[in-house]
């Protein structure tokens, strides 16, 4: 069997959204799981729209996921040359035409069509010009297009994709459609399907926006010779309104870079990516990349579109709580090794690094990463929910303080008490911990809840965390005996 090659291949027009990076993640998956090559082709043959930012932007995100390309990335604009002598070559076997039509006519034309209620379609006035028309045409500077010439017969053309099944149209439905404009460039559904041949891309796994070009461009490849490639076209993925998921109207909260900001791992993002639109029979939802590249096919496409729940404007509930939770439940799973990179990362970003962390405290550091991670769904969270435990200024919650501090008389004394019990201890360990603290209660015959949960407050100005015990060996004895203090001295 011939090797598996397929493409990712992006207008550099905007942002790297979600969307795309769904298209980019199945095509490098397919080419993973069949030890393929995975081309990286920029489609940037639209010179107004096209940007360098939105290149770097599209590389970067591509990068950040882990789906590097194999080969590329190709730009489209650097193949110009190639495009223009396939039409050259269609023009030669006659497979193609030049027309000399004017604007003016096509749109009398059209609106006569349009008067009559009839389907406009071009008429192939000059498909049957004989060569010295063309070249009288040529010679006194007639501008012209070049048309495919659209075989004349019965029938369709048809081909079986491989997530919708087969696809018909009828060859009286395409009309002689135009693959080169006057001024010498190609039309970019000529441009896509030439590179797909000078790429050897074997399938072409793209968004449902292209199945109405594919079969014309069976048409130009099939002229030209070329097997064409097996097509599989993937759903769209709709906000809840049944909105397309597109940068303009949902802005930055759809791009790649945005999840990246907000703290999310990689492959947190490809899990929740790839079950928007694919699924297998297990109904599994988590997938190390290796399990996924191994179960991974085309037939788990689904047809119907996805829906990403996420309504836009909402600030608090920024992205769809089920790519949240994934994320949560990696930051609780992945390797510690592979963790704390990101988390030593975010605490750069935002101030709370100490060298000691890569040095003397590592182990600390490790530990007590280890122990927050578990309740954390951003690496963000590191450094916001995390933050009593890496720096003393931390904010309190409101309602914990009215809760847990501020609703007992009692914890007037309590507090100086568990502080005088803790600062006491010679090893500051969990169990040696959790002693003290029971101890304390059954002197001051309270229950334990009412101690804990003021210490936790105390500590990190939050109602919840980690076990108490654990939590407080990780804030360390003078840290938290000093914060017992302030609180006591807040009540
Ligand atoms: N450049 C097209 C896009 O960004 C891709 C079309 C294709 O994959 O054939 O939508």
């Given at each position: 069997?011939?090797?598996?090659?397929?493409?990712?291949?992006?207008?550099?027009?905007?942002?790297?959204?979600?969307?795309?990076?769904?298209?980019?993640?199945?095509?490098?998956?397919?080419?993973?799981?069949?030890?393929?090559?995975?081309?990286?082709?920029?489609?940037?043959?639209?010179?107004?729209?096209?940007?360098?930012?939105?290149?770097?932007?599209?590389?970067?995100?591509?990068?950040?996921?882990?789906?590097?390309?194999?080969?590329?990335?190709?730009?489209q604009s650097e193949r110009l040359g190639t495009h223009q002598q396939a039409v050259r070559r269609l023009l030669e076997q006659g497979s193609a035409y030049r027309c000399f039509c004017t604007k003016e006519e096509l749109?009398?034309?059209?609106?006569?069509?349009?008067?009559?209620?009839?389907?406009?379609?071009?008429?192939?006035?000059?498909?049957?010009?004989?060569?010295?028309?063309?070249?009288?045409?040529?010679?006194?500077?007639q501008p012209c297009v070049v048309r495919f010439k659209t075989p004349r017969q019965d029938g369709c053309i048809a081909f079986e994709d491989r997530v919708y099944g087969r696809v018909e149209k009828r060859y009286d439905?395409?009309?002689?459609?135009?693959?080169?404009?006057?001024?010498?460039?190609?039309?970019?559904?000529?441009?896509?399907?030439?590179?797909?041949?000078?790429?050897?891309?074997?399938?072409?796994?793209?968004?449902?926006?292209?199945?109405?070009?594919?079969?014309?461009?069976?048409?130009?490849?099939?002229?030209?010779?070329?097997?064409?490639?097996?097509?599989?076209?993937?759903?769209?993925?709709?906000?809840?309104?049944?909105?397309?998921?597109?940068?303009?109207?949902?802005?930055?909260?759809?791009?790649?870079?945005?999840?990246?900001?907000?703290?999310?791992?990689?492959?947190?993002?490809?899990?929740?990516?790839?079950?928007?639109?694919?699924?297998?029979?297990?109904?599994?939802?988590?997938?190390?990349?290796?399990?996924?590249?191994?179960?991974?096919?085309?037939?788990?496409?689904?047809?119907?579109?996805?829906?990403?729940?996420?309504?836009?404007?909402?600030?608090?509930?920024?992205?769809?709580?089920?790519?949240?939770?994934?994320?949560?439940?990696?930051?609780?799973?992945?390797?510690?090794?592979?963790?704390?990179?990101?988390?030593?990362?975010?605490?750069?970003?935002?101030?709370?690094?100490?060298?000691?962390?890569?040095?003397?405290?590592?182990?600390?550091?490790?530990?007590?990463?280890?122990?927050?991670?578990?309740?954390?769904?951003?690496?963000?969270?590191?450094?916001?929910?995390?933050?009593?435990?890496?720096?003393?200024?931390?904010?309190?919650?409101?309602?914990?303080?009215?809760?847990?501090?501020?609703?007992?008389?009692?914890?007037?004394?309590?507090?100086?008490?568990?502080?005088?019990?803790?600062?006491?201890?010679?090893?500051?360990?969990?169990?040696?911990?959790?002693?003290?603290?029971?101890?304390?209660?059954?002197?001051?015959?309270?229950?334990?809840?009412?101690?804990?949960?003021?210490?936790?407050?105390?500590?990190?100005?939050?109602?919840?965390?980690?076990?108490?015990?654990?939590?407080?060996?990780?804030?360390?004895?003078?840290?938290?005996?000093?914060?017992?203090?302030?609180?006591?001295?807040?009540?």
């Amino acid at each position: 069997m011939n090797e598996v090659r397929v493409r990712f291949a992006p207008s550099p027009t905007g942002y790297l959204h979600i969307g795309g990076a769904r298209t980019a993640l199945y095509n490098w998956l397919y080419a993973r799981k069949h030890n393929g090559t995975f081309v990286l082709r920029i489609e940037d043959t639209d010179e107004e729209r096209s940007t360098r930012e939105s290149i770097d932007e599209i590389l970067d995100g591509l990068k950040w996921m882990g789906l590097q390309w194999d080969e590329g990335p190709y730009f489209q604009s650097e193949r110009l040359g190639t495009h223009q002598q396939a039409v050259r070559r269609l023009l030669e076997q006659g497979s193609a035409y030049r027309c000399f039509c004017t604007k003016e006519e096509l749109e009398a034309k059209r609106a006569h069509a349009q008067e009559h209620k009839l389907d406009y379609k071009y008429d192939g006035t000059c498909r049957n010009l004989t060569p010295q028309q063309i070249e009288e045409r040529t010679a006194s500077g007639q501008p012209c297009v070049v048309r495919f010439k659209t075989p004349r017969q019965d029938g369709c053309i048809a081909f079986e994709d491989r997530v919708y099944g087969r696809v018909e149209k009828r060859y009286d439905d395409i009309e002689d459609f135009v693959i080169l404009r006057s001024d010498g460039k190609p039309l970019y559904l000529l441009s896509s399907a030439i590179d797909d041949m000078t790429d050897r891309i074997t399938h072409v796994i793209r968004g449902q926006d292209g199945l109405g070009n594919t079969p014309r461009q069976i048409l130009i490849l099939s002229a030209l010779g070329y097997t064409p490639p097996v097509y599989a076209h993937i759903s769209l993925t709709l906000d809840t309104k049944k909105a397309k998921i597109s940068k303009r109207k949902h802005g930055e909260v759809v791009t790649v870079a945005y999840y990246k900001e907000r703290g999310f791992l990689p492959w947190a993002l490809c899990n929740f990516l790839l079950l928007l639109g694919w699924s297998n029979s297990e109904d599994r939802e988590f997938f190390t990349r290796e399990e996924l590249i191994e179960a991974f096919d085309l037939d788990g496409i689904a047809r119907h579109n996805s829906v990403f729940n996420y309504t836009p404007g909402d600030s608090v509930n920024w992205t769809d709580p089920k790519a949240v939770s994934m994320n949560a439940r990696y930051i609780s799973m992945l390797g510690m090794d592979e963790l704390l990179p990101y988390v030593a990362a975010e605490l750069q970003r935002s101030g709370l690094w100490q060298e000691s962390y890569a040095a003397g405290k590592k182990q600390w550091f490790r530990d007590t990463v280890e122990l927050i991670r578990t309740r954390l769904h951003t690496i963000n969270d590191f450094s916001t929910r995390g933050r009593p435990y890496f720096a003393d200024d931390f904010e309190f919650e409101e309602q914990a303080v009215a809760k847990n501090l501020k609703k007992d008389e009692r914890l007037k004394t309590l507090l100086p008490a568990a502080a005088e019990a803790l600062a006491g201890l010679a090893v500051f360990d969990v169990a040696s911990i959790e002693n003290a603290v029971r101890e304390l209660c059954e002197r001051e015959a309270v229950k334990p809840g009412l101690i804990i949960n003021a210490i936790r407050t105390a500590c990190t100005g939050q109602s919840a965390g980690p076990g108490l015990f654990e939590l407080v060996a990780a804030i360390g004895q003078e840290r938290t005996v000093a914060r017992l203090r302030a609180a006591a001295g807040c009540i």
